[in-house]
């Protein structure tokens, strides 16, 4: 039957939140449907805006024979961000700013953001518009069953051998615009040499990517479509084009060509699940580029719950923000070796005692990343991580509950990571009905806090984070925030309050910012109201 949903989030300082969606069967094996998706907010402090929009479409068709299928998607994202440099943090202590949005940010001139729903006017910020648009065909060859029932016949159809052919295109558009900049602060942070006062300033990468994708598909077991193996092969077809202030910078034309292959078993006592997947790249842009994981899980039994063990080893090329082709890069060029990264895991699921142990283990080399904002550098000797997070749920009492996520991390060598030792989240509240049968509900608290560390800075330009060891970020206070969530048949709703830590107690405002990357500080007080309506025609 139809099904529809529609969404509204009010938020603190005019930040809103749409979301609609809708999808039906067309046929009785052919389903269609769309989603659309718009954030605004204009920020707490100035040159803040932001302005999301985004939609997918998608189709799914099954001939009526169940041999042949068809899927559709088309996705699309367009991100307007603006970006003010962080600002100065003794700022926060001033009696002149308790008003946040009149402080004074390092880019972007004096700006508060609009409180326009449907547009945004960004002088200075980041606009990424992706698209993609997919389509897979499979046609399965294998054998006819029915089930038959005292008034009809259920057609069945159980696959041994499936071929499948995808083709997609995507296109990513990065860019960043500065309309009024400070040269000041482009010579003083990223060595940019605007030779006047102010001036203009722009930077695009733009690439055009289109695949296509042959597969067979192999199922050992007909009647288990969760085991079978896959292998297959995929070109690409690259398209880039790059810019940097007034100029083109560069135009490339390549391919790649990749293996890949995989093999899936979820066993039909549900006891075993193993995945193992691969790909190689053979040729092109990334050749030798590879990627291997494979993870084993195992019902140990009902009362201890399940095991799990896996392995990954991933050897790429550096993402392109670090090739001097592209219009972000205003270095001399430099050449990277690929980076190799390993991670051997294992995690334990002990459902009766809503207990869950994971634990990472890194292995480090050649790890690519950027220091003062916008050098790029390479960390040639190798390192270890090792994270071991604990999640668990405690009764405390009838339908009050406590539920923890904590996670323990810890550097070995002298690697361009760094991470706070403890981080935790905690969510301590009452889970029930009230004794209203159409009524689920859950109200509470929520907690957060990390250990010191030395926190990565935040590179505006660039979009990326950057790597310091000079200046470490703390919490004042952990972060706080109240939730009521509740469900009334086809009606959700939800009211939150988050950063209540950030008052001050002897003015009674919210001012007491935590900052949790150096020179952005989180914003006071902040409050949000959403429904959820979904329709059932």
Known sequence: RPFSEV????????????????TQNLRPNWNAGFQYRLINSPGTFQNQSTNHNNYRFHSWYQSKNKRYQNFVVVVGNKLQAGENGGINTKMLDSSTYTERSSIPTFLGVDQP?????????????????????????QYDLGQKDSIVTDSNVIQLFYPRLRLEH????????????????????????????????????????????????????????????????????????????????????????????????????KTRNQKWDIEAFGNFYVNGMNSGDYTAYLSLQRLLSKKIGYLQLGFQNTNRTPSFAFDPYSGFWFDPAQTLSKENITNIFAAVNVPGL?????????????????????????????????????????????????????????????????????????????????????????????????????????????????FQDSAKVKLEMPDIGAYLHFRIKTF??????????????????????????????????????????????
């Open 7 to 22: 969404a509204y989030v009010l938020g603190s300082r005019a930040e809103q939140y749409i979301n609609l969606t809708h």
């Open 492 to 537: 959700t709703a939800y009211v939150r309050v988050e950063n209540l830590n950030a008052l001050d107690p002897s003015t009674g405002s919210f001012t007491n910012n935590n900052i949790p990357t150096l020179n952005y500080p989180y914003p006071g007080m902040q409050f949000r109201v959403g429904i959820f309506w979904a329709f059932v025609n």
């Open 166 to 265: 995808s083709i997609s295109y995507n296109t990513y558009k990065y860019r960043f615009r500065d309309a009024d900049g400070d040269s000041a602060y482009y010579k003083n942070h990223y060595d940019i040499n605007f030779g006047n006062s102010r001036g203009p300033f722009f930077a695009q990468d733009f690439w055009k990517v289109l695949s296509n994708d042959f597969s067979l598909y192999q199922f050992p077991d007909a009647k288990n479509p969760q085991q079978f193996i896959k292998v297959g092969a995929t070109y690409q077809n690259l398209e880039f084009s790059s810019q940097y202030r007034d100029f083109p910078k560069a135009r490339i034309k390549d391919n790649n060509i990749f293996l890949h292959g995989e093999y899936r078993n």
């Open 354 to 466: 809503k207990l869950k142990l994971t634990g990472n283990y890194y292995l480090i080399s050649n790890l690519a990343y950027f220091r003062n904002l916008h050098v790029a550098d390479q960390e040639s000797t190798p390192f270890n991580i090792l994270q071991v997070t604990a999640q668990k749920q405690f009764s405390l009492g009838k339908r009050w509950n406590w539920r923890t996520w904590a996670v323990f991390q810890q550097r070995a060598g002298d690697g361009p990571v760094n991470m706070p030792l403890f981080t935790t989240r905690n969510q301590i509240g009452y889970d029930g009905n009230l004794g209203f049968k159409n009524l689920d509900m859950s109200v509470g608290l929520e907690i957060r806090y990390f250990t010191p560390y030395y926190a990565d800075m935040y590179s505006p330009i660039k979009g990326q984070y950057t």
């Open 113 to 137: 953001g609009s409180r326009n729903f449907f547009t945004s006017s960004i002088q200075t910020g980041s606009f990424y518009t992706t698209a993609a648009y997919m389509m897979r065909q």
